[in-house]
């Protein structure tokens, strides 16, 4: 390799230059990773368009990522050049009661990756090896870059604690609320009822694990969830489209004493019937991210042929044309699940 590498930076939103600095060395503790793949998530969407409430520019984007081992540091022992890995982007403290308590993913102080420090949309990128995961070898360098939003929706799945069974509504079926729906399924839920404004969006979320999919554009969440799962509804609600529409779909139609699971960011804030919340004593719950051993069922799941990621791969698009995979993604929108940066093109 050369001194010196390409990497992304976010200037201002909707203003993207690739840039030539110097390849990182890696420390004692790091090892470095010649980036392969980068994929694209609802988030980074929200960065270029300067409605992510939590990131400054400019910022040099990439976390869900892929690559191959190309050095490592003097005091790593697990890793070695040539593997094929991918990292979890989440920068922690360590001291703080979340992690403390084991649950690092709500640290005080967390930063992530591409959006509060420097992502990995370079050719090279040194991290820490408590961040790497290897992935099987005989995954592509794309499903390795998808395992981080597998991930998410794992973590999502296990917030509630009954799956085995039972019987799951998903509203939103983009790339996040898809990858869930395959996930609740690889857990063991019965049925799934999914939910989209998009027939395109809906046919695939059928292809890939839906039992039931509704577009409420043209009929009523309500009367159609009691087709599927008659009076009792479902046992819960995993909200994935980040629309206060959405969200009163979920709790105006919920089982009383159900549970709703946030899993959609909210570029906005959300106005929601507390009153009803409460009325109908529901369980409002969270999801953050994810913990290493999401990583590690995500890729169980896909390794055993659960959950299928090649389905939700639309495009490929090289480094040197960032800007456009945005622009894709804008222009494209009800057919686009994950656009994919071709960090190093020659491998897939």
Request: aromatic share 8%.
């Amino acid at each position: 390799m050369g001194n010196y590498m390409r990497q992304q930076v976010m200037l201002e939103p909707r203003k993207i230059e690739i840039r030539e600095v110097e390849i990182p060395k890696p420390k004692a503790n790091e090892v470095l990773i010649k980036i392969k793949k980068m994929g694209i998530c609802g988030s980074d969407i929200h960065v270029f368009h300067g409605t992510h409430p939590y990131t400054s520019y400019p910022i040099t984007q990439g976390h869900e990522v892929s690559g191959q081992i190309a050095e490592v540091g003097e005091e790593v022992k697990d890793f070695k050049v040539g593997q094929k890995v991918t990292i979890e982007p989440q920068l922690v403290c360590g001291e703080c009661k979340p992690c403390r308590d084991g649950r690092y993913n709500c640290c005080e102080k967390l930063k992530v990756l591409g959006f509060q420090a420097t992502g990995a949309a370079s050719e090279y990128f040194a991290i820490d090896a408590s961040k790497v995961t290897l992935l099987p070898e005989k995954f592509t360098y794309a499903e390795g870059a998808m395992i981080e939003p597998l991930a998410v929706t794992v973590h999502a799945a296990k917030r509630y604690p009954k799956l085995e069974g039972a019987n799951a509504v998903v509203l939103g079926c983009g790339p996040i609320g898809i990858l869930l729906i395959q996930s609740l399924k690889a857990f063991g839920v019965s049925k799934v009822f999914a939910t989209d404004i998009s027939d395109y969006r809906l046919e695939l979320a059928g292809r890939l694990g839906a039992d039931y999919t509704v577009n409420t554009l043209n009929k009523d969440y309500a009367t159609e969830l009691e087709k599927a799962f008659g009076a009792d509804k479902a046992d819960v609600v995993y909200e994935c489209a980040g629309t206060d529409i959405t969200m009163d779909q979920a709790i105006q139609n919920a089982r009383k004493g159900s549970m709703i699971v946030l899993v959609a960011v909210f570029g906005k804030k959300a106005s929601i019937d507390l009153a009803k919340l409460n009325d109908s004593e529901l369980d409002l719950n969270t999801s953050m991210m994810y913990m290493h051993e999401d990583y590690v069922d995500a890729i169980r799941f896909v390794e055993e042929g659960k959950i299928k990621l090649e389905p939700l791969q639309s495009a490929f698009i090289s480094m040197n044309e960032f800007q456009r995979a945005y622009e894709y993604i804008d222009e494209n929108k009800e057919s686009t699940m994950k656009v994919i940066i071709d960090i190093d093109p020659l491998d897939r």
